[in-house]
């Protein structure tokens, strides 16, 4: 049965230690759960019943391809025009409640598992018409067009309904649930939970093209991060730049794992 952290914000007591494991470097980034709290939230117009938690964000020096929000939708919540960009594709991940979704007239149930790519342009609607607090992930990106390729089709499903595909040679201590499909050009990021058994590795340093946010879904693990071993657990995220060196040790005493985001598929910029 899978689990996913929620953030629930609340605020620390005055006795409690400032000491932490945030960090925030030229070449990645550490936000721990203990930093979100009710003070760092954020909120959008156009909404009700809603708070998020912005984990990242186009910006000099940090995420450079994408946005990712952490979203608390409350009871009779949602909006009507979630998005404004008209250029932005969305991938919404739900980790507790219940999620109700319309994309171009259809409509969908998300519960905890659930997934939904939302390309750029179409309308789409959320609301939570549960009684409890819906809590989900919300990805965004520019859609990069590419010669002969049109957009990408909306699609929701759940991860409970993919079947994970394990890494070369290590047993099934390390497999990737891929919500995209990997031979699809028409799709310019991936959004995949990548899953660790107690034991299982990145076993080389990953230097790669790709930029990463990675939030960590369950479990805890010792990530490598450029040249600094760092310990994760449930509800930290992590921002890697393009080439930032990466590994990974899941010691247990449970299976780690984590929601991630590349952007893949596309030639490279020349000119910034």
């Known amino acids: 049965m899978a689990n996913y952290y929620t953030p629930t914000g609340g605020h620390p007591g005055q006795e409690q230690l400032l000491t932490d494991r945030a960090m925030f470097t030229d070449a990645y980034a550490v936000i721990p759960r203990g930093t979100m709290r009710d003070i760092v939230t954020s909120f959008l117009p156009g909404w009700t019943g809603m708070r998020m938690w912005v984990i990242a964000r186009p910006l000099s020096g940090f995420a450079e391809t994408f946005s990712q929000y952490i979203v608390e939708l409350s009871p009779e919540g949602g909006s009507d025009t979630p998005e404004s960009d008209a250029a932005a594709q969305s991938a919404l991940f739900v980790t507790s409640g219940t999620l109700s979704l319309t994309i171009d007239g259809a409509q969908h149930v998300l519960t905890p598992g659930g997934f939904a790519y939302i390309p750029a342009g179409a309308r789409w609607s959320v609301a939570n018409t549960s009684a409890a607090t819906c809590g989900f992930h919300w990805i965004r990106k520019a859609w990069q067009p590419a010669p002969g390729l049109e957009k990408p089709a909306a699609f929701v499903t759940n991860e409970a309904e993919i079947t ?20 699809d050009m028409r799709h310019d990021m991936h959004v995949t939970i990548v899953t660790f058994e107690p034991g299982g590795t990145i076993p080389f340093a990953e230097t790669h093209v790709m930029e990463h946010g990675l939030f960590v879904l369950e479990g805890k693990a010792v990530y490598r991060l450029n040249q600094d071993w760092v310990e994760v657990e449930a509800g930290d995220f992590m921002w890697l730049r393009a080439f930032c060196p990466q590994a990974c040790y899941a010691g247990g005493p449970s ?4 929601l991630l985001y590349k952007d893949v598929n596309r030639h490279m910029p020349l000119t910034l």
């Open 164 to 183: 994970p595909n394990a890494m070369p040679g290590t047993e099934g201590r390390w497999a990737t649930t891929r919500f995209m499909d990997p031979e």
């Open 255 to 258: 299976r780690f794992r984590y």
